[in-house]
Nanobody, 115 residues
Framework: QVQLVESGGGLVQAGGSLRLSCAAS????????MGWYRQTPGKQRESVAA???????DYAESVKGRFTISRDNAKNTMYLQMNNLKPEDTAVYYC?????????WGQGTQVTVSS
């Protein structure tokens, strides 16, 4: 079992920055890829960024050049640095971890970007 807890969401003006954190606990040694997803009411959850245990990253086109995903395996924590935020980035952001057999989700953290 893996438990994930997100933090760092909040209200920010357009052009501002936020840093999300996802702290993992439990059988963290089993985690391979970790990622950030986001969801707005009435829409499907979408992938924002992902990072493998070895540090290979991938981003959605909409956030490339503005968001940076990173991972500290020693601290079992993943981060999402979000710069130049836009109103369309407003969503609940979820942390996801994938092991060989399971996937786990955090409870989500709200990010609201005002224009």
């Amino acid at each position: 079992q893996v438990q994930l807890v997100e933090s760092g969401g909040g209200l920010v003006q357009a052009g501002g920055s936020l840093r999300l954190s996802c702290a993992a606990s439990g059988n963290t040694f089993t985690i391979n890829t970790m990622g950030w997803y986001r969801q707005t009411p009435g829409k499907q959850r979408e992938s924002v960024a992902a990072v493998t245990r070895g540090g290979i990253t991938d981003y959605a086109e909409s956030v490339k050049g503005r968001f940076t995903i990173s991972r500290d395996n020693a601290k079992n924590t993943m981060y999402l640095q979000m710069n130049n935020l836009k109103p369309e980035d407003t969503a609940v952001y979820y942390c996801r971890s994938v092991t060989a057999e399971h996937q786990y989700w955090g409870q989500g953290t709200q990010v609201t970007v005002s224009s």
